[in-house]
Nanobody
Framework: QVQLVESGGGLVQPGGSLRLSCAASGSIISFTRMVWYRQAPGKQRELVAG???????NYADSVKGRFTISRDNAKNTVYLQMNSLKPEDTAVYLC???????????WGQGTQVTVSS
């Protein structure tokens, strides 16, 4: 069974950093698209950063220059390095993947990020 499991969330002060991880139960090479989303209370889910099908990356304007998405195929893990965090970054962060073998969407359970002094 294919699963995506996020980790790395927590409470951090404004200006701080966190690194989120999204570990796949199988090879992430079979995921042609992997994306980090976030959802804050009362707000719509929004794309934060992702790898496109072609392998390039895209970012929400609000996180450009602060967040970096990366992947380690050997560890079947996608990361989201978040620097210079702001209170408005507070949200549940979710990992999404499209698997080309199963041709299904997969979502992780989410990890809470809270930025507060």
């Amino acid at each position: 069974q294919v699963q995506l499991v996020e980790s790395g969330g927590g409470l951090v002060q404004p200006g701080g950093s966190l690194r989120l991880s999204c570990a796949a139960s199988g090879s992430i090479i079979s995921f042609t698209r992997m994306v980090w989303y976030r959802q804050a209370p009362g707000k719509q889910r929004e794309l934060v950063a992702g790898f496109t099908t072609g392998g390039s990356t895209n970012y929400a304007d609000s996180v450009k220059g602060r967040f970096t998405i990366s992947r380690d195929n050997a560890k079947n893990t996608v990361y989201l390095q978040m620097n210079s965090l702001k209170p408005e970054d507070t949200a549940v962060y979710l990992c999404y993947g499209w698997n080309i073998i199963t041709r299904n969407d997969y979502w992780g359970q989410g990890t809470q990020v809270t930025v507060s002094s």
